[in-house]
C-alpha cells in the first residue's frame, strides 16, 4: 500500500484502516477512496500551516520597527562584532569564556533581526481612517467592565510585535483579544483565560 508508507510518521497502516473502518457506512470497497480523501485533507492542512501571516500593523508600530532595525544594525551588530575581536584577542578561544558568550549574543541578535526583517517585509499598515468603531477589531481601544468585581478594564488591540501591556496594548492573539473580536458596545461576554473564566461588559470601542 504506497499510500500507507508516506503516512509511517504519523501512523500504523493498521491503525489508518481500523480509524475508517469505524466510520458508520462506510464499506471495505470504500476505503481506498476514503484514504485519498484523508490524505488530500492532511496535504491541504500542512499548506495552511506553513501559510505566511500578513502582519497587520499600525504606522506608529511599523515606524518603530524600522528604527528598532536599525538601531540593531548600526549600534548593536557592531559592539558585538568589536566584543568578538576583543574576546578572540585574549587567547586559547577553546577556554576563553568571553568569547563564548560573545558569539552567543550575536547568534541571538541576528536571529533578532532576521526576524524582524521577516515581520516588515509581510507587514501591511492598517489605515485608521478606515476603520470602525462599531465592533471590536485590530487597533480598537476597547473600555470595558469586570462584571464579576465591577473594575473598569482599557486595553488597545494591536498586533503580537506591537503588544506592551505596560501601556494597556494587548496582542489579537491573546484570548481577551479574541473574545473580544467583533462585538460591540453593550455585549458582554464571557472568555476562558488561564486562570478561569473572566465576564466583560463592553462600554465604550475607539480608534487611537
Do not use: W
Not at 25 to 46: N, Q
Not at 62 to 80: S, T
Amino acid at each position: 500500500m504506497p499510500a500507507c508508507r508516506t503516512m509511517s510518521v504519523l501512523f500504523r497502516c493498521t491503525d489508518v484502516q481500523r480509524l475508517i473502518k469505524q466510520k458508520a457506512g462506510i464499506r471495505d470497497s470504500d476505503i481506498a477512496e476514503r484514504m485519498s480523501e484523508f490524505f488530500i485533507l492532511l496535504s491541504e492542512k500542512k499548506k495552511h500551516k506553513n501559510k505566511k501571516i500578513m502582519a497587520y500593523m499600525s504606522q506608529e508600530g511599523y515606524d518603530k520597527m524600522i528604527a528598532e532595525l536599525q538601531r540593531l544594525e548600526a549600534v548593536e551588530r557592531p559592539k558585538i562584532s568589536a566584543a568578538i575581536a576583543e574576546a578572540r584577542d585574549k587567547g586559547d578561544l577553546s577556554e576563553n569564556s568571553e568569547y563564548e558568550a560573545a558569539k552567543e549574543a550575536q547568534a541571538h541578535l541576528e536571529d533578532r533581526i532576521n526576524k524582524m526583517k521577516r515581520t516588515i517585509a509581510e507587514a501591511k499598515i492598517v489605515d485608521t481612517s478606515r476603520l470602525s468603531n462599531e465592533a471590536v477589531q485590530i487597533l480598537s481601544k476597547v473600555e470595558m467592565t469586570n462584571l464579576g468585581n465591577k473594575a473598569k478594564m482599557t486595553y488597545t488591540i494591536v498586533s503580537e510585535n506591537e503588544a506592551n501591556l505596560k501601556e494597556g496594548k494587548i496582542a489579537i492573539t491573546t484570548p481577551i483579544a479574541q473574545g473580544l473580536l467583533n462585538k460591540k458596545v453593550g455585549d458582554e461576554v464571557e472568555i476562558a483565560i488561564p486562570r478561569g473564566t473572566i465576564k466583560l461588559r463592553i462600554d465604550k470601542i475607539s480608534i487611537e
